[in-house]
């Protein structure tokens, strides 16, 4: 939604609107980094016994079962497990396939929080990057990987946010491809002297 502020004149700056726009505010946030670190996974499905290890990625990340206590510094201690899902590809008979899998681990890190008096609520979001380095089958259910991962743990909360904005993008019409576009229009600029 734009709220018009003067948009029939143009400001010194160009500027000539206001927008609301809907997004997420990041109140403070964190990185876990571990290096040459090795994962044990627990996987959903059964794995066959012939399977080879090929790849893993991380997919997703979420806190579970988590505590917040406030500090009398501003800061809030944030004890719980984070549960990271992976996607884990094996190969079996000269056929891939690809299985959820997860990894928990318990963390224990220091946030700045919103306000408890606050009435939008806020959520702790966590993104999870992974270098695998070497990762083998060591079960029906288990897979070792080793390599790097990286932890991004954020407090958001929703926000709608004031901005001066120039308006609305206004695109120019798009040149055809067709055997009559170029009598229809010029395609390339002209320079002094072409008619």
């Known amino acids: ?24 505010r990041v109140f403070d946030g964190c990185a876990f980094t571990d290096e040459n670190v090795t994962l044990a996974l627990t996987t959903d499905g059964q794995i066959p016994q012939q399977a080879t290890f090929v790849a ?3 997919v997703s990340s979420e806190l579970e079962s988590y505590s917040v206590t406030r500090c009398s510094d501003g800061c809030s201690r ?6 990271t899902r992976f996607a884990v590809t094996y190969s079996a008979n000269g056929v891939l396939t690809t299985v959820p899998a997860y990894y928990r681990e ?11 008096n606050a009435l939008v609520p806020y ?24 390599g790097c991962i990286l932890q991004l743990i ?14 609305y993008c206004k695109y120019p019409p798009c040149t055809g491809c067709g055997v009559c576009s170029g ?6 600029p002209s320079f002094d002297g072409d008619e």
């Open 1 to 24: 939604m734009a709220v018009k502020a003067g948009c029939g004149g143009n400001f010194e700056d160009g500027l000539c609107c206001r927008m609301v726009i809907e997004t997420k």
């Open 106 to 116: 318990h963390k224990d890190f220091l946030l700045r929080l919103p306000d408890n």
């Open 183 to 188: 009598i229809r229009s010029r395609i390339f």
């Open 78 to 83: 944030i004890c719980g497990e984070i549960v």
């Open 56 to 58: 893993a990625r991380a």
């Open 154 to 167: 954020k407090a958001v909360a929703p926000v709608d946010i004031l901005v001066p904005t120039y308006g």
């Open 123 to 146: 959520s702790i979001e966590i993104q999870t990057y992974n270098a695998v380095v070497g990762g083998a089958i060591v079960g029906s259910n288990s897979v070792s990987i080793t």
